[in-house]
C-alpha cells in the first residue's frame, strides 16, 4: 500500500512543479469528489477507491456512484460513501467468448456497450442532479461510463477518465498496468 502512496505522491508532486495539471488547485482545498463506475470489476473501481481513499484522508470528501452489484467495493472504503444507481441491467453471460481473437481492447468495448442496456437516461439525470445538489468540484469516470462525463458536461463540472487499458501501443504514459480479461 504504501507503494502505492508514493506514486500518488510522485505524480501530484510533479503535476504541481510542472504545472501540467490544471486541476492541482482543485486538490489542494477541501473538495467534494465524485467518482462513477457503474459497470465493470475491480480493476475499473479498486484502485481509483484506493488513491480517493488517500484524497479523503487528506480531507476530500468523496462519493462512488455504482451500481448494487458492485456496491461491496465500496464498503472496503468506509469513509467514502457510496450511492447505489440501481441494479446491474446485465451482461450477455457469453460476452467474452472469442476474446482471445479480438486483436484490441475496443473491440470489446463495442460488445460490453451493446450488452450493458443500462438506464442511461435515468442515470444521467439522476447524475446530473446530484453533482450540482452536491457542489461537487470535479467528477472521475470510468472509462465505461459515457453517462458519466455527459452528465459531467451538463453541471459544467470538470471531469477525469479512467481507464484500466492503454490507449495505443505507444501512448508514452508514465505508468503502465496491464489488463487481462479472463472470461
Same mark, same amino acid.
Given at each position: 500500500?504504501?507503494?502505492?502512496?508514493?506514486?500518488?505522491?510522485? #505524480?501530484?508532486? @510533479?503535476?504541481?512543479?510542472?504545472?501540467?495539471?490544471?486541476?492541482?488547485?482543485?486538490?489542494?482545498?477541501?473538495?467534494?469528489?465524485? @467518482?462513477?463506475?457503474?459497470?465493470?470489476?475491480?480493476?475499473?473501481?479498486?484502485?481509483?477507491?484506493?488513491? /480517493?481513499?488517500?484524497?479523503?484522508?487528506?480531507?476530500?470528501?468523496?462519493?462512488?456512484?455504482?451500481?448494487?452489484?458492485?456496491?461491496?467495493?465500496?464498503?472496503?472504503?468506509?469513509?467514502?460513501?457510496?450511492?447505489?444507481?440501481?441494479?446491474?441491467?446485465?451482461?450477455?453471460?457469453?460476452?467474452?467468448?472469442?476474446?482471445?481473437? /479480438?486483436?484490441?481492447?475496443?473491440?470489446? @468495448?463495442?460488445? #460490453?456497450?451493446?450488452?450493458?442496456?443500462?438506464?442511461?437516461?435515468?442515470?444521467?439525470?439522476?447524475?446530473?442532479?446530484?453533482?450540482?445538489?452536491?457542489?461537487?468540484?470535479?467528477?472521475?469516470?470510468?472509462?465505461?461510463?459515457?453517462?458519466?462525463?455527459?452528465?459531467?458536461?451538463?453541471?459544467?463540472?470538470?471531469?477525469?477518465?479512467?481507464?484500466?487499458?492503454?490507449?495505443?501501443?505507444?501512448?508514452?504514459?508514465? @505508468?503502465?498496468?496491464?489488463?487481462? #480479461?479472463?472470461?
Amino acid at each position: 500500500m504504501d507503494a502505492v502512496y508514493t506514486k500518488i505522491n510522485a #505524480v501530484l508532486t @510533479f503535476a504541481k512543479r510542472e504545472n501540467k495539471l490544471n486541476i492541482w488547485s482543485t486538490l489542494i482545498h477541501a473538495n467534494n469528489i465524485g @467518482f462513477v463506475a457503474p459497470m465493470g470489476g475491480s480493476s475499473h473501481m479498486t484502485w481509483v477507491l484506493t488513491i /480517493l481513499d488517500e484524497l479523503n484522508e487528506r480531507g476530500h470528501n468523496i462519493t462512488f456512484f455504482t451500481r448494487d452489484e458492485s456496491v461491496r467495493f465500496g464498503k472496503a472504503y468506509p469513509k467514502i460513501n457510496t450511492v447505489s444507481l440501481g441494479p446491474e441491467s446485465g451482461f450477455d453471460p457469453n460476452l467474452f467468448e472469442g476474446i482471445e481473437e /479480438l486483436e484490441t481492447p475496443y473491440q470489446l @468495448f463495442g460488445k #460490453v456497450f451493446e450488452s450493458a442496456a443500462t438506464p442511461w437516461e435515468t442515470d444521467f439525470y439522476a447524475l446530473t442532479n446530484y453533482f450540482i445538489s452536491s457542489n461537487l468540484s470535479i467528477v472521475i469516470c470510468d472509462n465505461m461510463s459515457d453517462v458519466c462525463n455527459q452528465a459531467a458536461i451538463a453541471a459544467k463540472l470538470p471531469f477525469i477518465v479512467t481507464a484500466t487499458s492503454e490507449s495505443t501501443s505507444d501512448n508514452g504514459s508514465m @505508468f503502465h498496468m496491464e489488463a487481462h #480479461v479472463v472470461g
